[in-house]
């Protein structure tokens, strides 16, 4: 749509990218909508990596006090010790953007939640294998509560105050994350992420 260029995305996919004007689109109505998108600077060599999509979404909560990195550590009772800085770092969800079982799923978006990555990221489409989004942005919405619900603590205090505890989305972000291959894994070495590759074939 916006330089006449073959879009490019296998047939799952629910983003398309253009490598030509640096820019990715998903379906709207009767139109494609551009996306912002951002990505992570691999460290290693680039024919050894494979990023995976992700979301990062920024919310308003109600019913619980989790606006900052602070509010986190406390919300989730981590074991650090606050420093002032951390109150003007923004809290931000992180989920996933493609599709694996569920047990794979909620641990790997907890993990990077709680992580709340402060890498800069890059402008434009790396340079590299990029994975298919296969997950909308609306799907992933519907696992906020649910990644809340995994580490905010006490339990047996916040668990009955869930369902009056409101999460609403505000802005969203699809994030290439990259991962090191090697023989049977993907590994995200700076967020501590394991993924088997064979889990995303099941995924298909």
């Not at 996306?35 to 691999?42: M, N």
């Not at 023989?183 to 995200?188: G, S, V, Y």
């Amino acid at each position: 749509p916006k330089c006449g260029w073959d879009l490019q995305g296998e047939r799952d996919a629910l983003v398309l990218l253009c490598r030509n004007c640096n820019s990715a689109w998903q379906a709207g109505g009767d139109r494609f909508k551009a996306l912002k998108y951002a990505h992570w600077p691999a460290t290693g060599e680039e024919g050894q990596v494979l990023y995976l999509p992700f979301w990062r979404i920024q919310a308003d909560l109600d019913g619980v006090d989790l606006q900052s990195y602070a509010d986190l550590v406390r919300v989730a009772n981590l074991p650090r010790v606050v420093q002032p800085e951390w109150d003007k770092l923004r809290f931000r969800f992180w989920t996933l953007a493609f599709k694996i079982r569920p047990q794979t799923f909620l641990p790997l978006a907890t993990r990077l939640t709680l992580s709340q990555p402060q890498q800069d990221l890059n402008d434009g489409l790396p340079e590299g294998d990029l994975y298919p989004v296969n997950l909308s942005v609306e799907e992933a919405v519907e696992s906020l509560k649910v990644i809340l619900a995994s580490f905010i603590r006490p339990r047996s205090v916040q668990y009955p105050r869930l369902p009056e505890i409101k999460i609403m989305p505000k802005t969203y972000l699809l994030v290439y994350v990259p991962f090191a291959r090697t023989p049977h894994e993907l590994i995200q070495s700076q967020a501590k992420l394991v993924i088997l590759k064979n889990q995303l074939t099941h995924a298909k």
